[in-house]
């Protein structure tokens, strides 16, 4: 029953920029960490942003000062901007979310949405 549903995949031009989008719901317990993900062809699925229920912020070098990552906590949704697009950015991009009981460490659950295209071409 829990949903994570991303959106704002598409196509864009080198040197543009494109939004993602990513809302959860359904949840047992409050969202802890939430992320953007990424995979490319050939290639394993690598972290591209993280934020911290509080804010705190972590990003991939390959993205840091192109991309950012934001989050609304009463909505359960969390962005991406990605600015200065580059053809090695085309990858389908998943949507993580992490929620647990703050009360019991080993009660801990992770989710992921079914990932949206993002093509840049040259």
């Known amino acids: 029953q829990v949903q994570v549903v991303e959106s704002g995949g598409g196509l864009a031009q080198s040197g543009g920029s494109l939004g993602l989008s990513c809302a959860v719901s359904?949840?047992?317990?409050?969202?802890?960490?939430m992320a953007w993900f990424r995979e490319a062809p050939g290639k394993e699925r690598e972290l591209v942003a993280l934020?911290?229920?509080?804010?705190?912020?972590n990003y991939s070098d390959f993205v840091k000062g192109r991309f950012t990552i934001s989050r609304d906590n009463a909505k359960n949704k969390v962005d991406l901007q990605m600015n200065s697009l580059n053809p090695e950015d085309t990858a389908v991009y998943y949507c993580?979310?992490?929620?647990?009981?703050?009360?019991?460490?080993?009660?801990?659950?992770?989710?992921w949405g079914q990932g949206t295209q993002v093509t840049v071409s040259s």
């Open positions: 359904g949840t047992l317990f409050d969202i802890r960490d």
């Open positions: 993580y979310a992490q929620t647990g009981d703050d009360e019991d460490d080993d009660v801990e659950y992770m989710y």
């Open positions: 934020i911290t229920r509080s804010g705190t912020t």
